[in-house]
């Protein structure tokens, strides 16, 4: 299967269904629930769509209801979406967000989902001719078996152009049975690679931005995530650090799939370090603004001053949701 992806970005992993309490209360005693769909891959799709840059998710889904509101949520984005098998046989995979006071735990139903089951033959008949960047992240690499043989498979087979963008994306409920070690041989065959510091170092140990260049001699590029600090790219020997912006936060969830579309795009687009790493801040910040984990991107008339300021005007400014609309 080809795809009219020219210059463009495919995706592949497992979305989900999310069930959210509606309601107060322990989750044992809610009869209410909001479904929505969550997954790391099709949010970065969802995103880099909405940025401009054709986008297709590739992934397995059940035969089922669910399935069919994931195909219609990611490719409502613009997102193609030709290549999800859709499996007679295995579910589509659910996640339950229990609401508590302390936090809020997440309970995965996806054993033996459709998603599960992916594996190199998935790449079989995928013509990625025109297409400048395969995504994928750790998640995938938990799921099965067959899924991490997938993961091996991209990551491993001749790229002629093609770069390779691995996210992290630490799951630890994900991999209570499974060797999280396989992440390090994972990530160095990456061009690019990012990933969170508190993440990098529940793994690998460490989250220190030169101590993960020794530990990942392999990829070109290196984005240390630092929260609300900020973020570090290394090249080489050369390090760039960026401040994050200033923002009121709405939502936390989702902002770190927005960062990896933004810096992808403008990695894409030729940018230097630093614009890469405000073009990822920038599009976090689209997130945090909003409860959904892909949020509209900020207008234009927001974006391109920040992205080429100065550092004090970078540093002084501060988004808010209520002053982006009304200035709308």
Same mark, same amino acid.
């Given at each position: 299967?080809?795809?009219?992806?020219?210059?463009?970005?495919?995706?592949?992993?497992?979305?989900?269904?999310? *069930?959210?309490? %509606?309601?107060?209360?322990?989750?044992?005693?809610?009869?209410?629930?909001?479904?929505?769909?969550?997954?790391?891959?099709?949010? +970065?799709?969802?995103?880099?769509? $909405?940025?401009?840059?054709?986008?297709?998710? +590739?992934?397995?889904?059940?035969?089922?209801?669910?399935?069919?509101?994931?195909?219609?949520? /990611? !490719?409502?984005? !613009?997102?193609? /979406?030709?290549?999800?098998?859709?499996?007679?046989? $295995?579910?589509?995979?659910?996640?339950?967000?229990?609401?508590?006071?302390?936090?809020?735990?997440?309970? =995965? =139903?996806?054993?033996?989902?459709?998603?599960?089951?992916?594996?190199?033959?998935?790449?079989?008949?995928?013509?990625?001719?025109?297409?400048?960047?395969?995504?994928?992240?750790?998640?995938?690499?938990?799921?099965?078996?067959?899924? @991490?043989?997938? @993961? $091996?498979?991209?990551?491993?087979?001749?790229?002629?152009?093609?770069?390779?963008?691995?996210?992290?994306?630490? &799951?630890?409920? *994900?991999?209570?049975? $499974?060797?999280?070690?396989? @992440?390090?041989?994972?990530?160095?065959? %990456?061009?690019?690679?990012?990933?969170? %510091?508190?993440?990098?170092?529940?793994?690998?140990?460490? !989250?220190?931005?030169?101590?993960?260049?020794?530990?990942?001699? !392999?990829?070109?590029?290196?984005?240390?995530?630092?929260?609300?600090?900020?973020?570090?790219?290394?090249?080489?020997?050369?390090?760039?650090?960026?401040?994050?912006? &200033?923002?009121?936060?709405?939502?936390?969830?989702?902002?770190?799939?927005?960062?990896?579309?933004?810096? @992808?795009?403008?990695?894409?687009?030729?940018?230097?370090?630093?614009?890469?790493?405000?073009?990822?801040?920038?599009?976090?910040?689209?997130?945090?603004?909003?409860?959904?984990?892909?949020?509209?991107?900020?207008?234009?008339?927001?974006?391109?001053?920040? *992205?080429?300021?100065?550092?004090?005007?970078?540093?002084?400014?501060?988004?808010?949701?209520?002053?982006? &609309?009304?200035?709308?």
């Amino acid at each position: 299967m080809s795809f009219d992806q020219a210059g463009g970005v495919v995706c592949l992993g497992e979305t989900m269904v999310v *069930l959210v309490p %509606a309601e107060q209360g322990p989750a044992h005693e809610v009869v209410h629930w909001t479904r929505a769909i969550g997954g790391a891959e099709s949010n +970065v799709a969802c995103h880099l769509a $909405r940025l401009g840059v054709p986008s297709a998710w +590739v992934s397995a889904v059940g035969a089922d209801a669910f399935g069919r509101a994931v195909l219609d949520a /990611v !490719g409502g984005t !613009g997102v193609d /979406v030709t290549a999800v098998h859709v499996d007679p046989e $295995r579910p589509t995979g659910l996640y339950v967000k229990e609401a508590d006071a302390a936090g809020s735990p997440v309970r =995965y =139903y996806r054993r033996g989902s459709a998603a599960s089951a992916m594996g190199p033959e998935t790449l079989e008949g995928l013509d990625l001719t025109g297409v400048r960047l395969v995504h994928v992240s750790g998640i995938t690499a938990a799921l099965s078996d067959s899924c @991490l043989a997938l @993961l $091996r498979e991209v990551l491993t087979k001749p790229r002629d152009g093609l770069l390779v963008s691995f996210d992290l994306n630490w &799951r630890p409920a *994900l991999w209570h049975d $499974r060797d999280p070690a396989v @992440l390090r041989e994972l990530a160095n065959a %990456a061009d690019i690679v990012l990933a969170g %510091a508190d993440e990098a170092e529940a793994v690998w140990g460490t !989250g220190d931005p030169s101590a993960l260049r020794e530990l990942l001699p !392999g990829p070109t590029s290196i984005v240390v995530k630092l929260g609300e600090h900020g973020a570090t790219l290394v090249e080489d020997d050369t390090h760039t650090y960026q401040p994050a912006l &200033r923002v009121d936060v709405v939502e936390p969830v989702g902002a770190g799939d927005g960062f990896a579309a933004g810096y @992808l795009a403008a990695h894409l687009a030729g940018d230097p370090p630093g614009r890469r790493l405000r073009a990822g801040h920038l599009q976090a910040a689209a997130v945090l603004l909003t409860t959904e984990d892909v949020g509209v991107p900020l207008p234009s008339r927001v974006t391109e001053p920040l *992205l080429d300021a100065d550092p004090p005007t970078w540093a002084a400014a501060n988004l808010r949701a209520g002053n982006l &609309r009304e200035s709308a």
